[in-house]
């Protein structure tokens, strides 16, 4: 009866150092007691044990306290920092603190299902106060079924795992941050398909790829409506008057319209040519139906430049420079009082037509009288009304390709690109039906023109030709002054010379 009884203390000890030596840390304790409680909870009609441990914390405190740690290995002791085993021992609450409550439950939950283990993440700290992350497993050893009397449970310390999937997540979440709330619109996108369609027409044996895109618009509208957009951020609601992503997602047809598809095309006429980062003026339209002038510049994201499939866009408003610029261009070529154009315009009109034409044309020139009477009588203020009551008839008279423009105080011109005498003739009469009309709206000082016309054909010099329009509208305004003027001055309460 010796042999077996030595082969036995053999075996033992042989157990015993591959527990302590053992290259994780090991626990051996006594659920027991849990195991009791179990059972006593069934008996009372207990079946949920998660609402039953939600239902009163103190239930969760009572399982800890039931479980009897029998022994540690030396990795336990060096993992958490700990002299010996009674040292460890004495720190329990410090080294299961914090964030083990809720991970007790998941492991208790477990067993009470049928398991013979659990398995779990959990944070533990060192007696040092170090944070560990640690995997933890347990299993019920064979023999011990049926009291959970020994349960092994290993924990292997998953720090550096876990904070580099923390910092991860971090980064992660800066990265989000960033797109979530950029203060331009981002957009990301799958150019996959487009790219496909690309490389078939290049298969094809086409090198010129803007005459093809010339002879072929519906290939620019298919690459249109193969974009797939992936997401947008919070800018791009507000700046396209957008509820929600779904929103706008579903409209875009309302979005991207009219004038977009001539910069698409552009924009795919790069694409061809390997331009992967892409920087150009569009025009786009809110949901509101506003128009939206954007700087896009288009991305390739680096790693998908072989199929496109993830690139970004980054729309910033610049309607309101637009607005402005082209108010200063209005101002450079309007007068701000009449509306029509100025001087400026009509001297670089008037050297425009004189290199190209079209010939012949005819140049009108329209004198307001008795502007000065006006503002030395009744003030400057009733004065600019008149002046822009002439800018009103000008402009209803005056269409394309013709221009009328405010070249002085009270004198206006009109050219006429290929018109004839004749056709001066008409529109002088359309301008005097307009001020009779005009006159009738608004009582009080009439609104009259001295008008004079000349007309150059090819090889004529304009310039000669504005001075016979001028000389004959002074001759006019001599005949409206001989006939009408002494009346007029009379009604401003201005002395006669």
């Not at 800066?174 to 298969?203: M, Q």
């Not at 008795?370 to 004065?383: Q, R």
């Amino acid at each position: 009866m010796s042999k077996p009884h030595a082969a036995t203390q053999v075996l033992a000890k042989a157990e015993t150092d591959l527990f302590e030596l053992a290259p994780i840390a090991l626990w051996l304790e006594d659920y027991s007691d849990i195991r009791a409680l179990f059972d006593e909870w069934r008996a009372a009609g207990v079946t949920d044990l998660r609402a039953h441990l939600a239902a009163d914390a103190s239930r969760v405190h009572a399982c800890s306290r039931a479980i009897r740690i029998l022994a540690v290995n030396s990795r336990t002791l060096e993992l958490y920092e700990a002299e010996d085993e009674a040292q460890l021992r004495a720190n329990l609450d410090r080294v299961f603190a914090g964030e083990m409550q809720q991970t007790h439950v998941e492991e208790l939950v477990q067993l009470w299902s049928g398991a013979t283990g659990f398995t779990s993440h959990a944070v533990n700290h060192t007696l040092t106060g170090r944070r560990l992350d640690i995997q933890l497993k347990a299993r019920i050893l064979p023999g011990h079924e049926g009291d959970w009397a020994r349960v092994l449970l290993s924990t292997e310390d998953v720090s550096e795992r876990e904070e580099a999937r923390r910092r991860l997540a971090r980064s992660d979440a800066y990265a989000r941050g960033l797109f979530e709330h950029s203060p331009i619109s981002l957009w990301v996108e799958d150019f996959s398909a487009i790219k496909r369609l690309i490389e078939e027409v290049r298969s094809r044996g086409v090198e010129d790829f803007r005459t093809f895109t010339d002879v072929h618009p519906d290939f620019v509208a298919r690459c249109m409506s193969e974009i797939r957009v992936i997401d947008v951020n919070r800018h791009t609601l507000d700046l396209f008057a957008a509820p929600s992503k779904a929103v706008l997602l579903s409209r875009l047809g309302e979005v991207f319209r009219d004038g977009m598809e001539t910069h698409f095309r552009e924009q795919l006429i790069d694409l061809w040519n390997g331009k992967l980062f892409q920087s150009r003026e569009v025009m786009n339209y809110t949901l509101n139906g506003d128009e939206l002038h954007v700087h896009m510049q288009f991305s390739v994201l680096p790693g998908n430049e072989h199929d496109w499939s993830l690139v970004q866009v980054a729309l910033t408003d610049i309607t309101a420079r637009k607005k402005a610029e082209a108010y200063l261009e209005y101002l450079g070529k309007h007068d701000v009082l009449t509306k029509i154009y100025n001087r400026s315009f009509h001297a670089d009109e008037l050297n425009r037509l004189e290199r190209k034409g079209p010939w012949p044309v005819t140049v009108i020139i329209a004198d307001l009288n008795g502007l000065k009477e006006v503002n030395d009588g009744l003030g400057h203020a009733a004065g600019d009304a008149l002046l822009r009551r002439a800018g009103e008839v000008l402009s209803e008279a005056v269409s394309k390709p013709s221009h009328a423009a405010r070249i002085g105080g009270d004198e206006f011109a009109i050219l006429m690109p290929a018109s004839t005498e004749a056709d001066g003739a008409l529109l002088i009469e359309e301008i005097e039906k307009l001020v009779a009309v005009n006159n009738s709206f608004y009582p009080g000082t009439p609104l009259v023109f001295s008008l004079g016309a000349a007309t150059a054909e090819r090889g004529e010099r304009l310039e000669d030709t504005v001075k016979v329009a001028d000389a004959r509208m002074y001759e006019a305004k001599r005949r409206y002054y001989a006939e009408e003027a002494p009346e007029r001055r009379r009604s401003f309460g201005v002395p006669q010379a």
